[in-house]
């Protein structure tokens, strides 16, 4: 089945169009995908939860928002208020991000209730209905960027690069969110939320989309009332102005590289990231270990990567360079859509088994 | 219902799981933290994954897939995306061996 190579339209990626019945038909849904090896007893140590760091990471963020935010409001009106309101933002509007992620795998804490009070925190920070998007990610992981499959692919083809551009400013996705928001909580579902999340759970998705639209109207009302746009300086308006970071790392997870292939190596990418961003973004740029190795929390990236980096295409060495790596492939998607960066594995590695994914990607010149 | 034998007790280290195959059918052994053994469905409940490759902590197994999280003494579904429960066969130690009971 070839299906990413040989249209040069753009492809359908909603879960209830023909490219979902095409993956399903050439077993794309639901396979088996390729892992590297490593013995039980390594993995088990890598697995091993603890609360130590995201306790410590979780009170320092806690800390920097009310810090900066304070800080941030107490200066309303003044020059320099600003800075406190960029490094604020990028707290609440990017972190929130990475904290949903690996709370919603339950990775992060080694203790259930604190990956839960987190999760829904950062859910709400983020704009992402709680119950959705747990189903959404679980079928993200089960079908990484299988078009027809996947409900979050950053980088549709052929590219739009002035949407992509809107992003950084949190445009047109927090629109978005906030409409599938608020769509929940007048107690509907789009049909792709009716293709991934079970209707046993749809209840708690309107629950929670409720309690999420009952505080967004609050910051308003509170804004209005106030005469004032500080309220949403604080609440919401972060995903917006603060979203930047977020879409920076998220962009670089999949972008440019394969649509439906069977092995991580081929959609993922891993890049090496100065130490701040790896704080915010909680490890996420080892994403090809991430998609590998789930169980694996945030803080023992490094060392999964350490140890099954010979089996993985060489990291990008910097955020620049990833981006460098996946503009060059977007400019091209733009009139080739069927193409995509084929990373090269070193000689170490096994070699991608071509009959997990019999489509053809163009090889990296 | 037949008491199958499977491996010996060592073989599966203190709070850990095995994967156990039988007769066209694949199971989930587990040895708690005293060295008591349980048996599950190899199979997740929701996906066909094995979960002889997730972590087990305490009484739980965390499926390797998703995360989705099992009581695996009693089969409780504990954490979505898993729903549904899975299904447990009764195993004890007879001697050094571990067996279970299954039809
Ligand atoms: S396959 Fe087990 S949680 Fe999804």
Redesign the interface.
């Known amino acids: 089945m070839n299906i990413a190579a040989n249209h040069t339209a753009k492809r359908d990626y909603s879960l209830t169009g023909p490219e979902s019945a095409h993956a399903v038909a050439a077993g794309l849904a639901?396979a088996d995908w390729y892992h590297s090896d490593l013995p039980r007893k390594e993995?088990?140590a890598l697995?091993r939860?603890s609360d130590q760091q995201a306790d410590r990471d979780t009170v320092l963020w806690f800390a920097l928002l009310i810090l900066t935010g304070g800080a941030g409001a107490f200066l309303w009106g003044s020059w320099a208020a600003v800075p406190f309101f960029l490094a604020y933002g990028v707290l609440y509007g990017s972190v929130c991000d990475s904290r949903w992620h690996e709370c919603g795998?339950?990775?992060a804490f080694?203790t259930?209730w604190k990956n839960d009070v987190v999760y829904h925190i950062a859910s709400f920070m983020v704009m992402r209905n709680p119950i959705a998007w747990?189903?959404s990610h679980?079928r993200h992981?089960?079908d990484t960027i299988i078009v027809g499959r996947d409900p979050e692919i950053a980088v549709m083809r052929p590219p739009e690069m002035a949407l992509l551009a809107l992003k950084f400013f949190g445009l047109p996705s927090a629109v978005y969110d906030l409409r599938a928001l608020l769509r929940n909580a007048w107690g509907r579902l789009s049909d792709d939320e009716g293709d991934f999340i079970?209707e046993?759970?749809q209840g708690k998705a309107v629950f929670w989309a409720r309690v999420h639209m009952a505080i967004y109207c609050g910051a308003v009302l509170w804004a209005v009332l106030a005469w004032s746009i500080l309220p949403l300086m604080l609440i919401g308006g972060p995903r917006l102005y603060g979203c930047w970071h977020m879409v920076m790392m998220g962009l670089i997870q999949h972008g440019g590289l394969a649509e439906d292939v069977l092995d991580h190596r081929l959609n993922s990418r891993t890049v090496y990231i100065n130490p701040i961003s790896r704080w915010l973004y909680w490890n996420m740029n080892y994403h090809v270990e991430h998609h590998m190795?789930?169980?694996v929390p945030y803080h023992a990236l490094p060392a999964l990567h350490a140890r099954i980096k010979d089996d993985l295409p060489a990291p990008n060495r910097s955020i620049a360079d990833a981006y460098r790596d996946m503009i060059g492939a977007l400019l091209r998607q733009r009139k080739e859509p069927g193409y995509a960066i084929r990373p090269v594995l070193p000689s170490t590695a096994r070699p991608y088994r071509e009959e997990l994914h019999d489509v053809d990607i163009a090889r990296e010149s | 219902m037949a008491w199958i034998d499977v491996c010996d007790a060592e073989d599966i280290e203190l709070e850990?799981v095995i994967r156990f195959d039988h007769a066209g059918r694949t199971f989930a052994i587990y040895r708690d933290l005293e060295g008591q053994v349980f048996a599950t469905d190899g199979l997740c409940t929701?996906?066909?994954v094995h979960l002889a490759?997730?972590?087990v902590?305490d009484d739980t197994i965390?499926c390797?897939?998703?995360?989705g999280?099992f009581n695996y003494q009693t089969g409780e579904a504990l954490?979505?995306?898993v729903?549904v429960n899975l299904a447990t066969y009764p195993a004890r130690l007879n001697g050094a061996r571990i067996e279970i009971e299954v039809s």
């Open positions: 639901s993995m088990k697995m939860r795998h339950g990775t080694k259930t747990r189903w679980a992981h089960t079970p046993a759970e190795f789930p169980m | 850990d929701h996906e066909q490759d997730g972590l902590m965390e390797p897939k998703h995360n999280r954490r979505a995306p729903c």
